[in-house]
């Protein structure tokens, strides 16, 4: 029953203690022995929580849940878990309890506590339940009430401070604003692998939700508000403050001793010890406070905060007085001004307020309304401006219109935005979950409640989402945590067929060859993380992984432009200079995985398939050069031939004896006008080859090779090395280079068409250099012609024009100064010419 004290007083017991002393748990077994009961909590999580245990007990069909936003009274209830100012003041049962009674003292809400202690009372027994502070308060306002105090189940000691990346598994870091707990937070993930976040505007789902990943050791941090102080049991070993002050809603202030205690109190649950002290910033503790906190010894409370309930409905200014009562006896003052106090005495300055709140009925109505709660805190007329509305319409059409609330509830019903949009949100769901849970307001208040709850357990779980997303990595606290308890054990761990590396389940990067690569995700303390557990589980990996290598097929390996060797598509050792072009060594790359027997391992089966490669793309010089083995007279130009890659650049046909160039040809290998070469040797394979193994023993990157199907490209190639396009088989020509074999065949045609004198300059020749025909003079000069004016009619003759003329060309020779060429005729016809050099023979 509810109601005065009067011939009670007897049957009401206080118990006081601090945290961790079993009061709420001997509450509610109280509270089941009688066969009806009420417990008020300052918490509608904690309503929830308590709920859901009686639940569990009595069934879902005999225990009521009672908040501001739910509302769930079965028609057979007898035992109502409530918050403190939804507990029903109609309803007669054997026993009501108040948690948290020391809330008296609160400036905001601590007049609804002290009207529960001074007019809460159950017909057989009241229990109220809160820390020895209000003790001497009790005695004085309700003296017949009997006082038991309890000790701590745990010891509570000072840690001192430590640095955020020093401190113990199963910690809470507080801090005090927003800003604060996302820093900090931020800072963990990264450190720590993640943290849970628990606020005072979380929804108690989204609470609990974050609350659950702690307790399930997902994460073995936890950043809270002081929202921590009350309701959240659970196994905290440290509580570490980064800060002493927080902003209490009307000013800063330091935190006083009592409230160092409540949240210091977290730590250390059942008869498990636990310690508090400072983090980050936060200065040390003063030795009073850590003295008072260790002792569980405070202050008293020296008065409590009261608002009269015996209210004046008979008008709006009557209202208002009765209000602002002074406090009827001694130990009692008011508090802070609340938000319903506040939202009435601005509705109180509007005239259709005024006009409208006539009577009775509707001044309770408008009180009422301004009992709204402002969970939004939009610091505007926002608030006052909706009760006003609300009042409107129950005053008016009795219940509140239907589309008006449906359109209100469906403009939150977005799940999308940041942390601070989504508790935004919720808080303004919460609004019309409040709204919803008045039956006298809302017609089908079950359908709208339920709307209501649909709408906030979706953004809750949206926010939690963003929660654990923004804050923490799963990857990293789990292997965190795996790899202090494996401690010299074997981790769960695997490399799938792809390369990806999975410990205990989480992938944290990839090998590439004989290198871990991590997740580029993993930055900072992580990646070095993710680095320590793949090291423990590479370390049988590796070991196959060369025995792969070792038995691979030749078509496993590659070659790249800077000269590493790939295996699988992926470098694991490179190139290095030989003594011989011909004869490159193989460098194993360094990895932390392979010791010296497994290096040279890799390396014996890379150089074995290196030097197969180079045997196979460059077989015909390998194997004149074996045919040659045992002629003395060829193994010279032989051994030039292979020091020189196949291709001796400037040699030409005069510089070999006339019986000494048909048995290289027998070889394959060509005394030809430009060089001394093997065609063979020119396919696009063996040059490919030819141009790496040049490279390399240059000091250089792979040059690009031109297209096999051009025969000419530009004389600048700019990403060409001195002395590469002789060595590849490209001809200086004026403005071009030339294919050697096209060069050497067209020099040979227009030789033999000159042989006897000027012949005439043949048809498509500049086709056949693939080149515009203005540019044949600049061309041809390189190679050993040029270009003269050739016969032709006069200005004042009739007829075709005669044919080009070829002046008579003789061969190239290596040495001289270059004469005057032969003059043959004059006229617009062009005519080929020999460059003598060293005169005609």
Known sequence: MLGSDSGFAARVKAVLGPTNTGKTHLAIERLLAHSSGIIGFPLRLLARENYDRMVAVKGARHVALITGEEKIIPPDARWFSCTVEAMPLDRHTEFVAVDEIQLCADPDRGHVFTDRLLHARGMVETMFLGAETIAPLIRHLVPTAHIETRPRLSQLSYAGPAKLVRLPPRTAVVAFSAAEIYALAELIRRRKGGCAVVMGRLSPRTRNA???????????????????????????????????????????????????????????????????????????????????????????????????????????????????????????????????????????????????????????????????????????????????????????????????????????????????????????????????????????TVHWQAKAREVEDKLSDALHESLTTRFVDRRSAHLMRRLDEADGQELLSAVTIRGEVVVEGHDVGHVEGFDFVPDPLAVGDEKKLVLRAARRALRAEMPRRVGVLAAAADDAFGLTADHRVTWDGVPVAKLMRGAQPLRPRVQVLDSEFLDGAARER????????????????????????????????????????????????????????????????????????????????????????????????????????????????????????????????????????????????????????????????????????????????????????RVLPGAGLGPDQHGPPAPPMLVGLRRRRPAVEEPAPVKVASGPFAALAVLRRGGAR
């Open 210 to 444: 974050q609350v659950a990943l702690y307790q399930a050791r997902e994460v073995d941090f936890l950043v809270a508000t002081d929202a921590i102080g009350m309701g959240l049991n659970m196994n905290v070993d440290h509580v570490a403050f980064a800060g002493l002050g927080k902003f209490d809603g009307h000013r800063p202030r330091r935190l006083t001793a009592s409230e160092v205690a409540q949240i210091a109190g977290r730590a250390g649950r059942g008869m498990k010890d636990g310690t508090f002290g400072t983090t980050t910033e936060c200065p040390p503790i003063p030795d009073e406070v850590v003295a008072a906190v260790e002792a569980h010894s405070f202050d008293s409370l020296e008065m409590l905060c009261w608002r009269n309930s015996d209210l004046d409905f008979a008008s709006l200014d009557g209202l208002i007085d009765s209000l602002n009562a002074p406090p009827p006896r001694p130990g009692l003052m008011r508090g802070n001004e609340a938000s319903d106090m506040e939202t009435l005495t601005a509705l109180s300055r509007d005239p259709d307020i005024r006009k409208l709140a006539n009577g009775r009925r509707r001044m309770r109505l408008l009180w009422d309304a301004c009992q709204i709660p402002d969970f939004r805190k939009l610091a505007d007329d926002t608030h006052a401006k909706l009760c006003a509305r609300v009042f409107g319409h129950v005053a008016t059409d009795t219940h509140l219109p239907t589309d008006w609330l449906a359109a209100q509830i469906a403009s939150l019903d977005r799940a999308e935005g940041d942390i601070d949009t989504l508790m935004q949100r919720l808080s303004g769901v919460r609004v019309w979950s409040y709204i919803a849970a008045r039956s006298d307001w809302v017609k089908d």
């Open 602 to 785: 890799i390396r014996v089966r890379l150089q074995t398939w290196l030097d197969g490669q180079i045997r196979a793309d460059l077989a015909p010089l390998f194997a004149a050069e074996t045919m040659a083995s045992d002629n003395p007279v060829l193994r010279g130009p032989l051994h030039r031939l292979t020091e020189s890659l196949g291709m001796i650049p400037g040699a030409d046909e005069e510089t070999l004896t006339a019986d000494l160039r048909p048995r290289l040809r027998a070889l394959g290998v060509r005394s030809g006008r430009f060089a001394l070469f093997m065609p063979a040797l020119m396919k696009s394979r063996s040059a490919a080859m030819r141009v790496r193994l040049w490279a390399l023993h240059h000091g250089g990157p792979v040059p690009a090779l031109p297209a096999p199907a051009l025969v000419s490209v530009p004389a600048h190639q700019p990403d060409w090395p001195v002395g590469f396009a002789a060595m590849a088989g490209w001809v200086e020509a004026g403005p071009i280079l030339l294919r050697l074999d096209i060069a050497e065949k067209i020099a040979a045609e227009l030789g033999y068409r000159c042989r006897r004198g000027p012949a005439a300059l043949p048809s498509g020749l500049a086709s056949r250099f693939a080149i515009k025909p203005d540019m044949l003079p600049a061309v041809l000069r390189p190679l050993g012609f």
